[in-house]
Each structure stands twice: as C-alpha cells, then as structure tokens.
C-alpha cells in the first residue's frame, strides 16, 4: 500500500484561510497562479497525499469570492507547444481548464493572449474562443520589459493593453505554463485599476519551491528537475534573510526580478511596497501539509529519477540541448540516485538483454520489453513481438496477474486480432501490422463481452493507477498517451525503437 506523507485537508483550509488574510488589505487582489490549477500531478508524485486537484478544490470553496483570467503566449500556440502530462497542445489545454473551470463553478472571466503580433494561428485560435462566447483580449509586447519602468508604467506600456473588467474581490490569473504572461497580465490590471481610483494588489501562489522546507531537500530538487529545461535554480531568498532574519527558499528568477517588480508596483501604486522579499509576495503554504518527511523525500526522489528518464528521451529526439541533460545528471549525482534505483528499470533492462541472445533476434535493434512494477510491488513485463508492442503486451500481463489468471490463458482469440492485423496491412496499408495498446484494449473489450475471463481481466484496469513502468524503447506518442490515460507513469530508455523516421 503507498505511503502517505501529505495532508490534502490541513493544507486546504490553512491556504484558503491565508489568501482571505491577503485579500483583506486590498480592494481587488491579483493571484498568480503558478504551476497547475488542475491536474497537478508532478505535486501528487513528489507529495503522497496531495490532491491533485487541490488548488480548484480551493477556490471552489472560495467561489463566491473568485473569477478566473486565463493566459497564454502567442509564440506558444503558434508553435503548438505541448503540455507534457497530458500530451496536448495549449490551445486545447485552454479548451479542457474552461470546462473543468466551469465544472466547478468558477466563472471564467477571459482569456488574455499575451506578446500577440497577429500570429496568423493565433487569430484561429482567437475566433474559436469568440464563437463560444468566450470574451478575448490581446496584450502587445512591452519594448524593455520589465527593466525600463519608465515605460512600462506609461500610457505607452501597460497603457497601450487593455483594461479587464472584473467584479470579484480577488482575480485568479493562471495559465497553461511557464510563461504565459501571468506576471504582466496582473501587473497590467494594477495599472488600471490604480487609474481606476481602486487599491489593487498582487500576491502569487506558486506551489514549488517550498519555501519553508530545506534548499537541497529533495522535495526542492525535484521541482529543479522538473524545470530543468527553463534553467530554474532553487536560491535562498537573500531579501528574506536581509529583512527577518530568516532563511527562505525561492527560485532565481522570482529572486532576481523582485527589486524591478516591487519598483513597479510602487511606481503603479504610488506607495511604497509591504513586501520586503519574494517570499513575502507568495501566499502558498504547502509545507505546512507534509505530515511524514521521509515519505516526500523518497517520492521526490523517484521523480527526480523519472525526470531523468524524460530528459534524455528529449535530448535523444532533439529536443534539449546538452547543458539541459548534463544539468539533470547533476541532480542525480547530488542526490547519488541512479536509473536503477527506479525498480522497474532492472527487469526490463534484463529481459530485454536476454532476448538479445535469442538465436532468432535482429542484433541491430534493442528489444522492446515493459516492465510494470504493481502497486503491491510485483514486477510483471512483457515484450513486443510481431502480434503486438512492448506496452500492449506487458499490460495484458499484468491484469492477468491482477485477476488471477493463469499465464497459460488467452485473454484474446486469434479470431479477433488477426482481422485486425490485415486491416493495418492491406486496408489502411500499415507499415507495421503488429497492434499497438489502443488496439489491443479495444480487442479486449470486445472480447469481455461474450468472454467472462476477459471481462475479469478488463476490469482490473482501473487498478494500474498509480502504477510505474519503464520501457527499453522510446515509446510512440500513441501508446503514450494510452498509459497516460490508465495512470500508469512510465519512463523509457533513451533508444529508438527501429530506424523509421516516421513510421514507429
């Protein structure tokens, strides 16, 4: 059974009851909102406990008192910039969080597109959110931001943006990622609202990282290795320390910005800042929720490690440069992790290196094998063959093993996959016929309904949640998203699965 090191209620009501605190000194509060708003699943892994959707349980609980503008850089949909956990573009990441917004009640109040140039894919996207009824506004790029003051408080900087009308006490500001803008959008409305005659104010919710918990704590190292592609550095808050006396951690670019950001606000505001550190602006309080630290630090470290995983399957694509791998090497080195230390990376790697030795094997191509560690421990692989891939094969197993069903058993008959294989091969002229997890869950669900030892297998499904697995290959982006939807958190070795370009 997983271990718990996190207490979702105690961090709820301790944040809600901070926020309140903060919104009190104001007329209308601007909330950055960093990291995810749902969905937050790099907090779930490295915190067990946490809710993942804690922070819209939150301002659910806040709703009377909360709207929501949503960000997102131009440059981003234009180049369809990918949310990694979900495996889908911004603009369809939008999409999804109005939904879920409104799911909860939370009204949405608009959505900012920021540094916007007339990007043609961008105006597409603009329409589609027009015809749905949903308000749009489009934020220019500020020459010199956010160094030259003097202009960006200015009827030629902030002034020049749109002002965003809104009627609740505080103004969630989030967005898909790291930098949609959420900064200068807030920033933006406290320079209208101050020509407004209103007392705005700013705070940010950035759950990571933790402030109140040790620099070189995993926990912290985590969430460097998480960003490690923005270059993001854990620092203790110098200005934190100068003022109070006491150690705080924050990040260098929070750290580094501060002095111009508070000139900013005071410049807007005309009065000089309350907040004598970056720390002082966050209003975040999850460390106060860890209720067993050596259960987050082992959690944090296993992220580091699946981080590591991604990171070189990224630099084997092309993705990131060298300093970004040697960069997560480093992480690993500080903590003396090793891929290894993830135990379903060992049995994969053995089996597949076994297979190598078959007398029937291409030596040029690694063998593709899965290994599935389950939630009671149970390490359970499979491998790819000419019937189906790595991933298919190893989840079959494991619901079998879940279900209690001999090994010996078919869960799928010949009279259904083979049909399927000659669709891809002359149909729909597949240069690879052997079927991939999509196609292999679809065979079984067809089969649980006149078979009941497939039905038992099918229904073991929901039981991969949370489970980890690690492949030897480099997985497709189909068979990715398929264990993606499962909750199943892979990583894979940093090795093509065949020489197709295209085709894989």
């Not at 912290?220 to 490690?228: D, K």
Request: net charge negative; proline share 4%; with cysteine.
């Amino acid at each position: 059974m997983k271990k718990i090191g996190f207490d979702p209620q105690t961090y709820i009501e301790e944040q809600s009851k901070y926020i309140l605190e903060r919104v009190n000194h104001y007329d209308k509060l601007y909330l950055e909102f960093g990291g995810k708003l749902i969905g937050d699943m790099h907090a779930k892994r490295v915190l067990p406990g946490f809710d993942q959707d804690a922070k819209i349980k939150l301002l659910h609980k806040l709703k009377e008192k909360i709207e929501i503008i949503i960000c997102v850089f131009a440059g981003d949909i234009e180049r369809n910039k990918i949310r990694g956990d979900y495996g889908i573009t911004y603009d369809m990441d939008i999409m999804r969080l109005i939904d879920e917004l409104s799911d909860y009640e939370l009204e949405v109040n608009s959505v900012v597109i920021t540094r916007y140039s007339g990007q043609p894919t961008t105006k597409i996207f603009i329409n589609k959110l027009k015809q749905r009824g949903i308000k749009v506004y489009t934020h220019e790029e500020i020459d010199g931001y956010p160094v030259n003051v003097d202009k960006i408080v200015s009827e030629e900087g902030f002034g020049k943006n749109p002002y965003i009308p809104t009627t609740k006490p505080i103004v969630v500001v989030t967005g898909p990622g790291a930098g949609s803008g959420k900064l200068a959008t807030c920033l933006n409305q406290l320079y209208h609202e101050s020509r407004h005659g209103n007392a705005g104010g700013y705070s940010k919710f950035e759950t990571f990282p933790v402030w109140n918990v040790p620099l070189r704590h995993p926990l912290n190292i985590a969430y460097e290795a998480a960003t490690v592609d923005l270059k993001d550095v854990n620092m203790i808050d110098s200005f934190h320390f100068d003022y109070y006396g006491e150690i705080a951690v924050n990040y260098n670019r929070d750290i580094e910005t501060f002095p111009i950001i508070k000139r900013i606000i005071e410049r807007i505001t005309g009065r000089e800042s309350e907040f004598h550190s970056p720390t002082d602006m966050g209003v975040n309080r999850v460390g106060f929720g860890i209720i067993d630290d050596e259960v987050v630090q082992e959690a944090s470290k296993q992220e580091i490690i699946r981080r590591y995983f991604a990171t070189e399957c990224d630099y084997k694509k092309g993705l990131l440069d060298l300093e970004t791998l040697n960069r997560i090497q480093i992480l690993m080195e500080e903590l003396e992790l090793r891929p290894e230390n993830r135990p379903c990376v060992s049995p994969a790697r053995e089996y597949s290196e076994r297979l190598k030795h078959r007398d029937d094997w291409d030596q040029e191509f690694t063998p593709a094998v899965m290994s599935i560690e389950l939630m009671d421990g149970k390490i359970v692989s499979g491998r790819g063959s000419e019937l189906m891939d790595a991933s298919a094969s190893a989840i079959l197993n494991a619901i079998k093993v879940l279900a209690n069903i001999g090994d010996e058993i078919l869960l799928l008959s010949p009279n259904i996959l083979e049909p399927i294989q000659k669709l891809k091969a002359n149909e729909l002229s597949g240069r690879i016929t052997s079927l991939n997890t999509a196609e292999i869950l679809i065979a079984l669900s067809i089969s649980a309904v006149t078979n009941p030892t497939a039905q038992l297998a099918y229904d073991k499904l929901k039981n991969l949640k949370g489970t980890q697995a690690h492949s030897t290959v480099m997985l497709n982006k189909d068979d990715q998203q398929v264990l993606r939807n499962l909750g199943i958190e892979f990583t894979c070795d940093p090795i093509f699965s065949s020489k197709n370009l295209f085709y894989i």
